[in-house]
């Protein structure tokens, strides 16, 4: 009796996002989706529009002190502004990257493929640092010209430099939390709505709740630590603590992050949000 032929091995399984190669493709992807979007081009008008505005009223009033000290016209344009543009590019990248998955059913059909869940919400956050970082370094360039016009050579401090590193901090603390809520909401408008009011008003609120009335460090919120963006231009660094009298005779204490201790709340922010961003992603289900 003749034997049945052998059967041909099976393939192996193919590997479930074991390497980076998958997170970077799909990073790849989902960015391509941002820059073509309308988003993108919203994020880049309203990057625009505060360049142009402060351009304009620097150019027209002139004031002494900022144009006569470099340290100074960076510190409120560079300063203030990008801390305000990377919370808006962290909602309009970030605020529905992972709820979208949710609402449009688009993370049901990647769940069919041979591709973990952390491969792509790393993917996603990598595509939302990407897009977020092309408008910090557009608002760069903006400031960076006036800069020129007004302090040619002098036009680099080294501050700015070391802002920029810290705005680059700061924007991954920005979008680990800003996935954090992204992963605890499954409809975009939810999701988008609660990251924009949490880190336009509700953090600011909250600091200065925990000041006047609690009278401790808010030392556990992400706008007390960026505020070194801005601080890093003053000469000398603000005190960590200040004693200020208001006019009816009574003090307060006025706390400042220092520059350490700012980077290491931000980085703190950073992994621990990642991280919880991905454990409730993990645990969510489809259907």
Request: aromatic residues 18%; hydrophobic residues 55%; glycine residues 8%.
């Amino acid at each position: 009796m003749a034997t049945p032929p052998a059967e041909p091995p099976m393939a192996p399984p193919p590997e479930v996002g074991r390497s980076l190669d998958q997170s970077v493709k799909l990073a790849r992807y989902q960015l391509r989706n941002y820059l073509r979007s309308r988003r993108y081009f919203l994020m880049m008008a309203i990057v625009a529009a505060v360049g142009v505005i402060y351009s304009l009223v620097i150019g027209y009033f002139r004031p002494a002190s900022f144009i006569s000290d470099p340290l100074t016209f960076y510190g409120a344009g560079w300063g203030n502004g990008v801390s305000f543009l990377i919370v808006v590019a962290g909602v309009i990248f970030g605020g529905d990257a992972i709820a979208g998955e949710f609402q449009s059913k688009t993370g049901y059909f990647l769940m069919g493929i041979p591709i973990r869940r952390s491969t792509i919400y790393v993917g996603k956050f990598f595509a939302a640092f990407a897009a977020s970082l092309t408008a910090v370094i557009f608002f760069l360039a903006i400031l960076l010209a006036n800069g020129l016009y007004y302090f040619s050579v002098s036009a680099f401090p080294w501050e700015l430099g070391a802002s920029f590193l810290l705005a680059i901090v700061y924007l991954l603390a920005l979008l680990g939390t800003t996935f954090l809520f992204s992963s605890l909401f499954k409809t975009r408008p939810y999701a988008t709505l609660v990251v924009a009011v949490l880190f336009l008003f509700g953090f600011t609120i909250l600091q200065e709740l925990v000041v006047v009335l609690v009278k401790i460090e808010p030392w556990f919120l992400i706008s007390y630590a960026g505020s070194i963006l801005a601080n890093v231009f003053v000469y000398p660094f603000p005190a960590h603590l200040m004693t200020v009298r208001g006019f009816d005779g009574s003090s307060m204490t006025v706390y400042t992050a220092t520059l350490p201790e700012g980077i290491a709340i931000l980085l703190l922010y950073f992994v621990i949000t990642s991280l919880l961003g991905l454990f409730l992603f993990e645990r969510e289900e489809f259907t």
